[in-house]
């Protein structure tokens, strides 16, 4: 059985990020309203778009943190909950979550919140290369299966995975576009990891991707 390091407070950027020593404790991050302007222009970005394996432990800017996961997968279109990345039929099956030093979050698109999943540190359990466990963000990406339940059951791994494809990207291109670190990652214990984030039967890890500043 794996061990977790106990939850700890994080200051970043002279901002009161989150403390919480136990689940109950934990709070429902209000994420600031994402940046929606600026940033480098797109054929810049896919210039830039790479890999990086070499993280910094410094954690992100709360404000940071918001642009990024509403490029990931946030809502673009208010009047009716689209996102930027497209899903196979409009399914939003693609949960992301969100494992910090502080604790496990599942971002909800809708409200733009983080809301609390386990007060632990898990991000040493979201792969098996070492720089997953001190790089300030570890995103993963869950499929939802009860989502999909009215598509054929032969094509529910192949959107899933094609869903997050379009979530990863989205991640590296505002990576290259802020300067950030990132990598997209199949290596991962996925039955390990379902059972810290207590995932349910029909829910499937599918990929993580850790974000920080580069090394
Ligand atoms: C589906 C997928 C899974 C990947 N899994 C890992 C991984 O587990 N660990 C890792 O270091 N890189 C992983 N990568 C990153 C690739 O190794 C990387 O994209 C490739 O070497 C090309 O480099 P580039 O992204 O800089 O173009 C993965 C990439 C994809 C698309």
């Not at 673009?76 to 099956?93: Q, S, V």
């Not at 733009?112 to 098996?128: C, E, F, N, Y």
């Not at 599918?206 to 580069?214: F, K, N, R």
């Amino acid at each position: 059985m794996r061990k977790y390091a106990p939850a700890a407070s994080i200051i970043s950027a002279g901002l009161f990020f989150i403390s919480s020593a136990f689940a109950e404790e934990m709070k429902t991050i209000v994420l600031p309203p994402p940046r929606m302007e600026g940033g480098k222009p797109l054929l810049q970005a896919l210039k830039e778009r790479k890999t990086d394996r070499e993280f910094s432990p410094e954690s992100l800017p709360l404000p940071m943190l918001s642009t990024l996961l509403w490029a990931a997968g946030g809502v673009n279109r208010p009047e009716t909950g689209k996102r930027t990345a497209p899903t196979a039929m409009d399914r939003r099956e693609i949960d992301i979550y969100v494992a910090l030093a502080e604790g496990l979050y599942l971002y909800d698109p809708g409200s733009h919140q983080l809301k609390p999943v386990l007060a632990q540190d898990i991000r040493a359990a979201t792969g098996g290369q070492p720089f997953v466990a001190s790089a300030p963000v570890n995103l993963v990406f869950v499929a939802d299966y009860a989502k999909m339940a009215r598509a054929p059951k032969e094509d529910q791994d192949f959107y899933a995975a094609t869903d997050t494809g379009y979530i990863s990207q989205n991640v590296y291109l505002f990576c290259a576009s802020e300067g950030l670190a990132t990598v997209v990652r199949g290596w991962l214990d996925r039955p390990a990891l379902a059972k810290a984030i207590k995932l349910r039967p029909d829910q499937k890890v599918i990929l993580a991707q850790t974000v920080g500043y580069p090394k």
